[in-house]
């Protein structure tokens, strides 16, 4: 069977499923059968595991595959605490890459990768705009007088010598070259002067008699809708979500003290917490990262991290994601956690990809780790790493996580663009920059959650004042947010 339908059989039932059952269940797996396991899974287990499958139903080879008999499970101890509360903490992984990974990094991949993108968010923007093919603009018999609009890839940003912007725009059946006079209108000027190399607009404007050049008189982005409707949690009490990142076990200047306090502080109010990526400081990041290093071998450091973290009360349920510094393939998106690090965590943590879009209680997590923050804060003015939630809402006006191609993110041409956001969701949470902040844009809490790190020989080089040693809790009911310092 295929993983993403054995999940949806779970998740469509509410509960998850561990790597070790996906692989059972991926083997000798039917969705009869998997539907029969599941109705004799107490409802208190959150996740499935392989002990589920083999201790509950006896399994037996039968004349169609596999048949079940009559299945026993005993639920895991829950302290009295948690039996208290109403509603048993959720996840459900919504979207991820692993095990979905298809390319090969071939040119006809990048082909499929950008088509992908551009008609995932040129339909998007053709809900707001008539868009014609840019190749029927070179039409002589067109009528230059009436606004025409197209929708394009950026292929170019330039400014003219009469301080003028040029934008080259893209589609799949050519380029044009568009002009946004810096005289025209201010904030048709300002938002030309955003754009970023791969985003793919919409454009409104005249031609020129000669249809060479078209003049805007609009760019629209994807971007999310104004009326945003948060899914405040449909029921009250869906509990309390901790965001954190770059935790960077193994490294010389992880702050274990702060990390030891706040562990602490987890209390029996807390049902997620939420990690994006950097778990560890990894081996080979960057020249000179062994001077930088207190556990030198990248497994002892996932020891020590699961060590760290299988130290949290248990009725926590975590969900881990990956960054640049992890021991996952450095294109993005990248897949999960392999085999070899999640077994030295406890087995009720969810392993997801970078991105991934995970329920938590009813409210929808995006997790993206942030390398495309590099990108985006190089290439917009005004943007800093003190302020990552303005890198953040521009990734909800892309529609896009990480736009840019041949900057610092390592693109990988996955046949789906995993990048584009096509559902809106209620909180983006990113990491990578090391700063904390949080702010919303159209009802979407953006939380940049910081490091449990303090400044690095690379980052007193550069100037980077990290923020660490901070939580960020939500509560799912109302989405309202405070920040935790354990400094
Ligand atoms: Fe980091």
């Not at 059972?24 to 969705?31: C, E, Q, V």
């Not at 990809?353 to 997590?365: E, K, L, Q, S, T």
Request: glycine share 8%.
């Amino acid at each position: 069977m295929e993983t993403g339908e054995i999940i949806q059989i779970f998740a469509e039932s509410g509960f998850q499923v561990d790597p070790a059952a996906l692989d059972m269940l991926k083997t000798s797996g039917s969705p009869e059968l998997i539907k029969k396991l599941l109705c004799s899974i107490d409802s208190s287990v959150m996740v499935v595991g392989a002990e589920h499958i083999r201790g509950a139903p006896a399994i037996v080879p039968g004349k169609n595959g596999i048949t079940m008999t009559v299945p026993k499970v005993m639920a895991p101890a829950i302290s009295s605490e948690r039996k208290n509360k109403l509603v048993s903490p959720l996840v459900t992984v919504i979207k991820d890459i692993s095990n979905q990974s298809t390319c090969i990094g071939e040119y006809t991949d990048f082909v499929g990768y950008f088509k992908d993108r551009y008609t995932l968010l040129g339909d998007m923007l053709r809900k707001r705009i008539s868009a014609r093919p840019i190749e029927s603009l070179r039409k002589r018999n067109m009528d230059t007088r009436e606004p025409l609009s197209v929708i394009g890839m950026v292929l170019n940003v330039r400014t003219t010598t009469n301080g003028h912007k040029l934008i080259e725009v893209e589609d799949s059946t050519g380029t044009i070259p568009v002009l946004v006079h810096k005289e025209k209108d201010t904030e048709l000027f300002e938002l030309a002067n955003s754009l970023l190399m791969d985003e793919v607009i919409g454009v409104t404007g005249t031609i020129s008699g000669d249809s060479s050049l078209m003049f805007a008189n609009s760019i629209i982005r994807p971007d999310i809708p104004n009326n945003q409707n948060v899914s405040l949690a449909r029921e009250k009490g869906r509990g309390k979500a901790v965001f954190i990142s770059d935790i960077h076990v193994g490294s010389n200047t992880f702050l274990e003290d702060a990390w030891l306090r706040f562990v602490d502080w987890l209390g029996d109010d807390i049902d997620y917490l939420i990690i994006a990526g950097d778990v560890v400081d990894g081996i080979g990041i960057f020249p000179g990262q062994d001077r930088e290093l207190a556990i030198m071998d990248i497994y002892e450091q996932y020891e020590k991290a699961a060590e760290y973290l299988n130290a949290v009360p248990r009725h926590i349920k975590i969900i881990i994601s990956p960054g640049n510094h992890d021991a996952v393939r450095q294109a993005e998106p990248q897949p999960r956690f392999p085999e070899r690090i999640t077994r030295l965590f406890r087995d009720d943590i969810t392993f997801v990809g970078n991105p991934a879009m995970v329920d938590i209680g009813g409210a929808r997590v995006l997790i993206y780790h942030g390398r495309s923050m590099d990108d985006i804060i190089a290439g917009t003015h005004g943007f800093s790493y003190g302020d990552p939630t303005k890198p953040m809402a521009s990734m909800l006006r892309f529609r896009h996580l990480s736009p840019i191609y041949g900057g610092r993110v390592s693109i990988a041409p996955e046949k789906k663009d995993h990048f584009v956001i096509d559902s809106v969701p209620d909180i983006l949470h990113c990491g990578h920059v090391h700063t904390v902040g949080v702010s919303r844009y159209k009802g979407v809490l953006m939380i940049n959650s910081g490091t449990w790190q303090s400044q690095t020989e690379f980052q007193k080089r550069m100037n980077l004042q990290p923020m660490p040693a901070k939580a960020t809790v939500v509560d799912l009911a109302n989405m309202e947010y405070r920040i935790t310092s354990f400094d």
